[in-house]
């Protein structure tokens, strides 16, 4: 039997409230009674409406939050006994908003591998292969974050992501600035890289056709709860896109 990447059993998590209403001690739920195996390679596509707890749920396998209740594991060890450093190394997560920090891009994409120690060497070879994978031109590697478009600065976010080389990639909505072509072929490299190397992606993306290219697995949330995890070929995408604008449809009455 192929061993679990992640798995993840009866995941609870709450938002704590200010004032907590009458019989509600535990705060307001975000995720509920989650239980997950992941294997190696495998190529997750999570959607839901606004507010299912798509994004936290990434939150919590890169342990930025901590779940409520529940058990969590990487690997058969559990998240706890994990350091968190050694966890990120091993759990790398891209959000829709990444910074630079003040750097250059090309400061920026080797910055995760000079704090690991590698050689030189190592570095500018792994910088360079990331760059022509993904082909970004040589004339970004000068400018800072105030000289990138949102959609060049989440590019650059996957690749620094990339150059680390992780066991798992969490990607939150990681084409929503770019443009169709430049979306498909970042989605073309991650099939690529998770076929090559076994590395376990899961993405947060509202783009159905994108994650139909892309998924070996669907997990759709709604309102916090786990309401399908299937396989590519089970999926009825056509009925799966109307779920999805209907519960949007919803989630927005709710909130207004």
């Known amino acids: 039997m192929t061993a679990t990447t992640l798995r993840l059993e009866q995941v609870n998590l709450f938002a704590k409230l200010k004032t907590q209403l009458p019989g509600n001690q535990q705060g307001y739920p975000i995720l509920q009674n989650i ?46 006994q994990i350091p968190v450093i050694q966890l990120r190394q091993e759990v790398t997560l891209v959000l829709q908003e990444s910074k630079l920090l003040g750097m250059t891009v090309q400061q920026a994409l080797a910055y995760p591998l000079v704090l ?29 974050e105030l000289q990138l478009s949102a959609g060049e600065r989440q590019l650059v976010a996957i690749a620094r992501a990339l150059v680390t080389q992780p066991k798992i990639l969490l990607l939150d909505e990681p084409t929503s600035a770019l443009d169709a072509g430049t979306a498909s072929h970042v989605m073309q490299v991650l099939i690529q890289l998770s076929q090559t190397y076994q590395t376990t992606i899961l993405i947060v993306n509202h783009q159905l056709d994108l994650a139909q290219m892309f998924c070996t697995r669907l997990l759709y949330l709604k309102q916090g709860h786990l309401l399908a995890n299937q396989s590519a070929s089970e999926i009825n995408w056509i009925n799966l896109r109307e779920r999805l604008m209907q519960a949007e449809a919803q989630a927005a009455e709710e909130w207004s």
Not at 116 to 137: A, C, F, M, N, Y
């Open 35 to 80: 239980s997950l195996e992941v294997f190696p390679g495998e190529r997750l596509v999570i959607v839901g409406s606004s507010g299912a707890g798509k994004t936290s749920l990434l939150r919590l396998l890169n342990r930025l939050i901590e779940p409520t209740s529940g058990k969590m594991y990487l690997e058969n060890q559990e998240y706890r």
């Open 116 to 144: 690991r120690g590698l050689p030189k060497q190592t570095i500018q070879q792994r910088v360079s292969d990331w760059i022509e994978k993904l082909h970004i031109p040589s004339e970004w590697l000068s400018r800072t």
